[in-house]
């Protein structure tokens, strides 16, 4: 067995989760291959060092605000929404009340008039058509949520 | 007795339910190994904060398809690690010459351990230790974290990772080489 196949027994031992007639392979190949057992010495010591090794605790004031930061941002993105359908709505009427009235006055030309309408339906049907393309990305990306 | 998952599935059957309390205690449950998680990606302590709290925003706005075959944590660390990994993909492609990597990471287990070198030392080892580790792949970083810190068994990491215990192994040697080599003159 060439010693390429030895190196993930090296892993199962470092790691305690070798089986017993592994074990034997592995050993039976250390003593006769001094670069395995190099490099299972070389290994054992890198484990050795980052096991004596832990993550700094942060304060405990950290641990204490997390589950508030968690839920202002949760309750920050709802305020979003409820904000943008809220301006959507206002600038459509808004639109609505202007375009009537624009149309309804005497002293402004057919032609701005027609133009201002095809302007006003033009930016919709890009809107719309923008918005479409884009849910249909979101609906089609693999990576969207949690997909195992 | 309940077992943790079976605890945190009726937590999240509540969550569903509009029930804050419930996704508070999935959050403080679990809130240590996400940070811990994300720093061991990001490699600091303001983006690693952020973006696991980011995720569990993100894993409350999904938790209809939560998938109740897999435990929530290894759900959750889908929604993390994809959260994470695009952060470092946008970092990488804005091509930040100053990446902000914390420096006090590592602590020793021991902090009187009996060893010859000073403390100043043993703080200055740990700081490199932390810098190799940080200078590998992503992938290779998130091994290192799963197996040397957070200690996980293969059969966890394979959870985790949604891949086979062989594909764990050869990963992690992969990892564990590369940050062999970049420590070598301590070794």
């Known amino acids: 067995m060439p010693c390429d196949d030895y190196k993930l027994l090296i892993m199962s031992l470092l790691d305690g989760e070798i089986g017993p007639d592994e074990r034997v392979r592995l050993e039976d190949h250390i003593r006769e291959c001094p670069a395995c057992?190099?490099?299972?010495?070389?290994?054992r010591k890198l484990k050795g060092v980052t096991d004596q090794m832990k993550f700094v605790e942060p304060e405990d004031e950290v641990w204490e605000r997390y589950?508030?930061?968690v839920y202002n941002r949760l309750e920050r993105g709802v305020a979003w929404i409820l904000t943008s359908i809220g301006t959507i709505l206002v600038l459509i009427y808004a639109a609505f009340r202007f375009v009537d009235q624009?149309?309804?006055d005497p002293q402004v030309s057919l032609l701005l008039k027609v133009a201002v309408v095809a302007l006003l339906i033009g930016v919709v049907v890009l809107?719309?058509?923008?918005?479409?393309?884009?849910i249909f990305?979101?609906?089609k990306d693999k990576y969207r949520g949690v997909i195992r | 007795m309940q077992s943790s998952h079976e605890e945190d599935r009726e937590l999240v059957i509540k969550a569903k339910q509009g029930d804050e309390k419930a996704f508070e205690l999935l959050v403080k449950r679990y809130m240590r190994r996400a940070?811990?998680?994300?720093?061991?990606?990001v490699g600091n302590h303001e983006d690693a904060l952020d973006l696991s709290q980011e995720a569990f925003v993100k894993c409350y706005r999904a938790l209809s398809r939560y998938d109740e075959r897999f435990t929530f944590y290894a759900w959750f660390y889908t929604i993390l690690r994809n959260h994470v990994l695009t952060f470092l993909r946008k970092r990488k492609r804005h091509r930040r010459t100053f990446v902000d990597v914390s420096e006090e990471v590592l602590e020793w287990r021991d902090p009187d351990g009996q060893t010859p070198e000073s403390s100043l030392e043993r703080e200055e080892f740990s700081k490199e230790v932390w810098r190799a580790i940080m200078e590998l792949d992503p992938e290779h970083r998130e091994i290192i974290v799963l197996s040397h810190f957070e200690n996980l068994q293969y059969e966890e990491i394979a959870a985790l990772l949604?891949?086979?215990?062989?594909?764990?192994?050869s990963r992690l040697y992969r990892a564990r080489a590369a940050l062999k080599e970049k420590l070598t003159a301590r070794l």
């Not at chain 1, 057992?37 to 290994?43: H, Q, S, V």
């Open chain 1, 102 to 104: 624009f149309v309804r």
């Open chain 2, 162 to 169: 949604g891949c086979p215990m062989g594909t764990v192994k």
């Open chain 2, 35 to 41: 940070y811990f998680m994300a720093l061991g990606l």
């Open chain 1, 137 to 139: 990305i979101w609906r």
């Open chain 1, 127 to 134: 809107f719309v058509s923008v918005a479409r393309e884009r």
């Open chain 1, 37 to 43: 057992a190099r490099e299972l010495e070389e290994f």
């Open chain 1, 67 to 69: 589950w508030a930061n």
